[in-house]
């Protein structure tokens, strides 16, 4: 006999409990806690995009902002460490080389954050050129740098 009580009971409440929610004239949106991404999650980020944009030689372009050239590059490797900047963007920076050149790199950055649940590359700069030194050979020229995860431009 308690146990159909209490039954009995339990289903009154979700009854009530239900219409209630239902009189509710301003239901509340119940906000989904952040996504956490770790160092893979960026890194499988930064290999489909760079997938997505290679041609089928494997080809990567990105016009430079500074001599208007459009580049074509491969994927060489994404630097270690990746990381978070603020609660919701992500930071990771690659290197690339000219296409029948391995030795002449760029270095190029992306920024990402989470849509739809995935992390997406929202922005990507050319971080450095290669010159050539005639002592050293080529070597990579930073554009810019950082202060505080802000771009400080270097010339």
């Given at each position: 006999?308690?146990?159909?009580?209490?039954?009995?009971?339990?289903?009154?409440?979700?009854?009530?409990?239900?219409?209630?929610?239902?009189?509710?004239?301003?239901?509340?949106?119940?906000?989904?806690?952040?996504?956490?991404?770790?160092?893979?999650?960026?890194?499988?980020?930064?290999?489909?995009?760079?997938?997505?944009?290679?041609?089928?030689?494997?080809?990567?372009?990105?016009?430079?902002?500074?001599?208007?050239?459009?580049?074509?590059?491969?994927?060489?490797?994404?630097?270690?460490?990746?990381?978070?900047?603020?609660g919701r963007t992500y930071f990771a920076c690659t290197d690339f080389h000219v296409v029948g050149e391995p030795d002449k790199l760029y270095d190029?950055?992306?920024?990402?954050?989470?849509?739809?649940?995935r992390l997406r590359i929202y922005d990507e700069k050319i971080h450095k050129e290669p010159r050539h030194s005639p002592l050293y050979g080529w070597?990579?020229?930073?554009?810019?740098?950082?202060?505080?995860?802000?771009?400080?431009?270097?010339?």
């Amino acid at each position: 006999m308690k146990r159909g009580l209490c039954a009995g009971a339990g289903v009154a409440l979700a009854l009530w409990a239900c219409a209630a929610l239902a009189d509710d004239p301003a239901p509340r949106a119940v906000e989904a806690p952040p996504q956490k991404y770790y160092v893979e999650d960026i890194k499988a980020a930064m290999l489909a995009h760079i997938g997505a944009r290679v041609d089928d030689a494997g080809v990567f372009r990105i016009r430079d902002e500074k001599t208007g050239e459009t580049l074509a590059l491969k994927f060489v490797k994404i630097h270690d460490p990746v990381r978070r900047i603020d609660g919701r963007t992500y930071f990771a920076c690659t290197d690339f080389h000219v296409v029948g050149e391995p030795d002449k790199l760029y270095d190029l950055d992306f920024w990402m954050r989470p849509d739809a649940g995935r992390l997406r590359i929202y922005d990507e700069k050319i971080h450095k050129e290669p010159r050539h030194s005639p002592l050293y050979g080529w070597y990579k020229q930073p554009r810019y740098t950082f202060v505080k995860d802000e771009i400080v431009l270097l010339y």
